[in-house]
């Protein structure tokens, strides 16, 4: 059995996250050359115009340097016409390397690949030939967020942070980022449960 195709173009850090992704799906795969993407503006308008006819999924580590890249496009690219995926973060250091990055976690490149697979439907990415997806729940808002106690109040950070760690996601994120990830990640409904455990362990 091949290797399931991608419609959006993916974009990645570097060769290494290249390499592991290529090896999991078959889609064109593009690199920001890890910061260096800040400095090219040609790069940054191939990529808009791409974003345009195909969409675009980035898919960077989840370490700071990842984070930076990300919120970077965030803010370059058109909102509407990119995805974002994101891998969980996991203690360790790819085999290449002599020794773990500053943060300490694995890379796009160290991912297996059901994960890389994984976080790319979380995405929303566009499997050729599948059934189209089932419709999405109500997404989150920062409404919501401040309703539910993780912004906006005393005690909040505490609680955002209890949860992701629950969720196994950073906690690093700005409250545009973390709107993204729980609604990839944990929407509305799982949201609810998840804070419901949290309260009744509390309570305990």
Known sequence: MGKPGVKEILLVEGRYDRNALAQVVDATILE???FGIFSDGEKLKLL???ARERGLVVLTDSDGAGL???NYLRSALPKEQVKHAYIPEVAGKERRKRRAGKAGTLGVEG????????ALRRAGAT???EDAPLP???PLTKADLYALGLSGGAGSAARRAMLLRRLDLPENLGANALLDVLNIFCPRGRLLSVLR???ASAEN
């Not at 991912?111 to 994984?118: G, K, N, Q, T, Y």
């Open 32 to 34: 920001t050359s890890g």
């Open 48 to 50: 808009r115009r791409l």
């Open 68 to 70: 930076v890249i990300r």
């Open 111 to 118: 991912m297996p690949p059901a994960v890389l697979l994984e």
């Open 127 to 129: 499997f050729l030939g």
């Open 136 to 138: 999405a729940e109500v």
């Open 197 to 199: 455990e949290m309260d």
